[in-house]
């Protein structure tokens, strides 16, 4: 009999709390961390939805959505918040994304015309260095010189995606013979970003590839100035973090409201400083004091969405014999 | 000798034997079960196959050759300080590899000690990356693993031999041949074949140290196969070889020891008469230098590193450090659930081709594991609200065999010593583990616990599949500090989890040693 009481208190509890909508949000896991921007946007969210939203970081953009291909329809999550333009084709290849519906105004460097995923931070990928280096200013430059390089894996990280993209974008059919070049220049390879950083502070290598703000971070958070990112005449490679409603969602308003909601003003304006990118929309009051130092590409590249998969796989081949030889 | 000298029930050891091996492969089949039908393995997957094996065996052979005149040093000699070095002994082991990575980069990195050393003489900078920066990384893993092994073997040979050996005036090379090589003949396959099984799951050393694609492990394409390709298929294919290679070596390393028993003694405590000498004096005192550079020059700079970040620490640290407290406490008790029984079924066998299974946790990959279960609990259950039991049974599945290679030859003498005894006095059952084997099993038992635990507290293994925030572990919360360009607090979170983890082992290691010499 206690049990049955106590599983009637249960199910009773569960009522109450479902009077108040839960909207579930997949994401990756540096999003979430008190540092991220995961908090502040939940504030800012639940004062106007009265309503309860749901966090749940897991990985990065690549587990996301190896973790939402295993749980197929049944999952719980309402929006995935973390694919990046490299992954969107794979992502739209499930059918478990529905279109968006809301209007923004975005201040991306390309125009924006997917009707399912909304963008709401980007950044350039960049090779960072300190301050008293004199840097290349393209991949071939690069290669000539004797400057040590940290990269990441395509396989397994998405900056080193971003970049195998980035040389095949900027050299088509060229690109195997860069990579040859660029071979005896990489100290290593590692599983992400992190490796990747952490060894460049080392002092492991004399330039890393991540993003053009990644100085502002040095700059805002540590005020540490020796940092800056070299400009390629080829161009830059982008990046763009979007969100997307699932189809399978039991909150379809609820979920667009956030939608909206992540790219207004309250939103963009905290993304800078804690996810250390630029906002998809320009907040009113403009980007913190820092990021107008860092350096501007003359040119932005990106390879349209639906052509990733096969220049993928293609570009990965030629990477993997460049660099196995 | 078919006839069994004692009477310790095989129901139980066969149960968690069986246990052990359901829980690998329903993980296995629900992965081939949600996977299209696709085509078998790439030459690419196949040089990887062929990398990893290489490096692992380099790994293993020279892990264990090295450990070899570490242990024999540290099992001759009486200094101030011992104690505290072979608990160091298990710290390189417990650490994130990234960690390790770092700590092993300031000495022998571009900018480390070494090449500014030889910057200062006028030589060209050496770089650590390439097949020997990998099998480098591995040994500084695995040595100080090898030898605390080894070193159990040591200790395992009773002090009356050398008393003998002593008024015998045997040569330091008679006695070898006489005492120390047959227990080597006994330990020696056991420990390669289980560092063999480590470093062929390696993926982010490898990968690091490698130097490039050229250093592609299984692991690393079963990675990829996961969670750029979701080839589900691919990845359980790999996941068998990676099982079958594993499986291959434990077996063949297992037969190879040889059943013969070291005789028993009266438990007195050691005193060497050999190696008196000068000569032998100053192998022992080089090796064991030697040894304590390679191991704490790079721990010194992991604790160095650590000390600025440690006092500013975010309060979701030290939540994740007591959930992986927590973890490590689940680990041992379900380990010592599973690895007793196991143990006592494998140490009344002849031969020691049992304990293979207790390597499989070890050699099917972590996220192949992590993803099957995931699979078979989603339609019942919210993973995330399980992650902490089900990364605690993976530590302990990952742990067994350590702690089996631990227990096992222990209790093999055990029972060879007092089985007939045992059999005159008719104890069986649990009278027979209360009375004699736990007893005697105690420092091991202590050494297995500790090991358990720190390896649980530094795993990143699963949890990372399964976490939400308020269930990470330190190591995934050190993770997503780098994460986020934190360095100096992740650094500092490496230092608590160093700290955390010794601290483990050096209470389970020291109830172990209560009263004890050794």
Redesign the interface.
Known sequence: MKYLTLAAGLMGATAALAETPELTVYTY??F?????PGPAIEKGFEAECGCDLN?????DG??L??RL???GA?S?ADIVLGLDTSLVA?AKETDLFAPSDLDADYDLPITWEDDVFVPYDWGYFAFVHGTDLTAPTDFKALAASDL?IVIQ?P??STPGLGLLMWVKAAYGDDAPEIWADL?DN??????????A???F?????DMVLSYTT?PA??LI?EEDDSKTAAVFDEGHYMQIEVAGKLAGSDQPELADQFLQYLVSDAAQSVLPTTN?MYPAVTPKAGLPEGFDGMIQPGKALLVPNDEVPALREEALDE??NA??R | MAERAVALSDRTGLIAAALVAALILAALVAVFA?ADVGGGLGA?DW?AVRFTAMQAVLSALISVLLAVPVARALARRRFAGRGALITLLGAPFILPV?VA??GL??VF???GMLNQIGGQLGLPPV?I?GLHGVVLAHVFFNLPLATRLLLQGWQSIPSERFRLAGQLKMTPRALFLALEWPMLRQVLPGVGALIFVICLTS??VA????????ATTIE?AI??A???D?DLGRAALLSVVQLVLAGGAAVAALWLIPAIGLGGGLDRPLRRWDARGGVQRGIDVTAIVLAALFLLLPLGAVVLRGLRGVFHL???VWQAAMNSILVAGLSVLVLAVLALPLAGWIATRRRGGAEAIGLMGLAASPLMIG?GW??LI??VL?P?RLSLPVTSLVNALMALPFVLRILVPRLRETLQDYGPLTQTLGMRGWALWRLLVLPRLRPQLGFAAGLTGALSVGDLGVI??F???ERATLPLQM??L??????EAAAGAALLLLVLALAVFFICDKWGRWHADA
């Open positions: 896991d540096s979430v961390t008190e540092w991220g966090f749940v970081g897991m990985g690549a587990a959505l190896a291909k295993l749980e049944r719980d794979a040590k894996d396989r397994s071979a990489i100290v290593t390879v590692t599983k992400g970003w992190s490796e950083y952490g060894l502070l080392e002092g492991e290598a990644s971070y040095h958070a250390w990477w993997l660099l196995s | 949600a690419a040089a990234i990575v770092l980069l300031t990195g571009r900018s770089s990356y993926f982010a990968l690091t140290l490698g130097g490039g694609p050229r690393l990675y990829q996961f969670r750029f979701f975010p309060l979701t993803t995931f699979i989603n339609p919210d995330a990372a599949l976490a939400d925030q993770y997503r780098m994460g986020a360009y934190r360095m």
